[in-house]
């Protein structure tokens, strides 16, 4: 304080830093609630980038849920459309996604999801023209595990870690189209009754997170799909599907701890069946 300044003096520069500070009190107070009520919409966005670059095609989501006092995220109408050039149906899609977390790590460098279960899950085959809907989006996956990663996506964020301690895939259907022949043999369906994997890790942006989850997933429904003992599929399609989907697994082997032994697990719960 200025040596000249008397009471009155002290007393209005006190009303003024009071005034500061109740200024920047509320201003924060009206950032919270204003993140509050774009949280869905922030979720969102961040999962359609973080697909669209994973897959290098147009990702959509139709509603997000985020509760944060609750740590839970459900998330509905999830699509993988599919590249240019082939049915206007989605490549993959999910009925239903839900996610669970430890409240205590939502703000810290590391994010501890305990659960995420996804169920309905649809996924379209298609071949057309000597081109596979599946080749483009399998190779786009496969250059994410390159030696830069793939081009990642701008989002501006700082680093942090991701951690999945169980995923539960639950109803996976998958339809395969063959253009140019008969529908009856032209068509097959495989039906996996569940994938469970365990242990993901990841370390990147929220959209780079997001992506790698992505990719993991969708190596995974894939794999369970091809190595269905309950429905042939066509040559066409099953000798290119295992070709990508060796390099694949290979490449999320540090991302899966657990994922080829789940993996194995499923095959022996189809043969059984």
Request: hydrophobic share 45%; net charge negative; aromatic share 4%.
């Given at each position: 304080?200025?040596?000249?300044?008397?009471?009155?003096?002290?007393?209005?520069?006190?009303?003024?830093?009071?005034?500061?500070?109740?200024?920047?009190?509320?201003?924060v107070l009206v950032l919270l609630v204003a993140a509050f009520f774009f949280l869905d919409s922030i979720v969102r966005g961040a999962v359609e980038k973080g697909g669209a670059?994973?897959?290098?095609?147009?990702?959509?989501?139709?509603?997000?849920?985020?509760?944060?006092?609750?740590?839970?995220?459900?998330?509905?109408?999830?699509?993988?459309?599919?590249?240019?050039?082939?049915?206007?149906?989605?490549?993959?899609?999910?009925?239903?996604?839900?996610a669970a977390w430890e409240n205590g790590t939502i703000f810290s460098n590391e994010l501890v999801i305990d659960e995420i279960g996804l169920d309905g899950i649809a996924v379209?085959?298609?071949?057309?023209?000597?081109?596979?809907?599946?080749?483009?989006?399998?190779?786009?996956?496969?250059?994410?595990?390159?030696?830069?990663?793939?081009?990642?996506?701008?989002?501006?964020?700082?680093?942090?870690?991701?951690?999945?301690?169980?995923?539960?895939?639950?109803?996976?259907?998958?339809?395969?189209?063959?253009?140019?022949?008969?529908?009856?043999?032209?068509?097959?369906?495989?039906?996996?009754?569940?994938?469970?994997?365990?242990?993901?890790?990841?370390?990147?942006?929220?959209?780079?997170?997001?992506?790698?989850l992505t990719s993991a997933i969708v190596t995974a429904v894939l794999d369970a799909t091809v190595n269905s003992k309950d429905a042939v599929l066509p040559k066409e399609i099953?000798?290119?599907?295992?070709?990508?989907?060796?390099?694949?697994?290979?490449?999320?082997?540090?991302?899966?701890?657990?994922?080829?032994?789940?993996?194995?697990?499923?095959?022996?719960?189809?043969?059984?069946?």
């Amino acid at each position: 304080m200025d040596a000249g300044c008397g009471e009155p003096c002290i007393l209005a520069r006190m009303k003024i830093l009071v005034r500061i500070l109740l200024g920047i009190a509320v201003l924060v107070l009206v950032l919270l609630v204003a993140a509050f009520f774009f949280l869905d919409s922030i979720v969102r966005g961040a999962v359609e980038k973080g697909g669209a670059h994973a897959t290098g095609t147009q990702v959509t989501l139709d509603k997000a849920d985020f509760a944060l006092t609750s740590g839970k995220l459900d998330l509905a109408g999830f699509s993988i459309h599919n590249p240019e050039g082939f049915q206007d149906e989605p490549f993959v899609s999910a009925a239903a996604i839900h996610a669970a977390w430890e409240n205590g790590t939502i703000f810290s460098n590391e994010l501890v999801i305990d659960e995420i279960g996804l169920d309905g899950i649809a996924v379209n085959l298609e071949r057309a023209d000597g081109r596979t809907n599946f080749g483009k989006i399998l190779e786009h996956l496969k250059s994410l595990g390159g030696p830069d990663g793939g081009s990642a996506p701008s989002d501006g964020g700082s680093k942090h870690s991701l951690v999945v301690k169980h995923v539960s895939i639950t109803n996976v259907k998958a339809t395969v189209h063959l253009s140019g022949i008969p529908l009856a043999a032209g068509n097959a369906s495989v039906t996996v009754p569940k994938i469970e994997l365990n242990d993901f890790h990841s370390n990147g942006t929220t959209q780079e997170n997001i992506a790698k989850l992505t990719s993991a997933i969708v190596t995974a429904v894939l794999d369970a799909t091809v190595n269905s003992k309950d429905a042939v599929l066509p040559k066409e399609i099953l000798g290119e599907l295992k070709g990508n989907l060796d390099t694949l697994k290979a490449q999320a082997q540090d991302q899966w701890k657990d994922a080829k032994k789940d993996l194995d697990s499923v095959k022996d719960i189809l043969k059984k069946k």
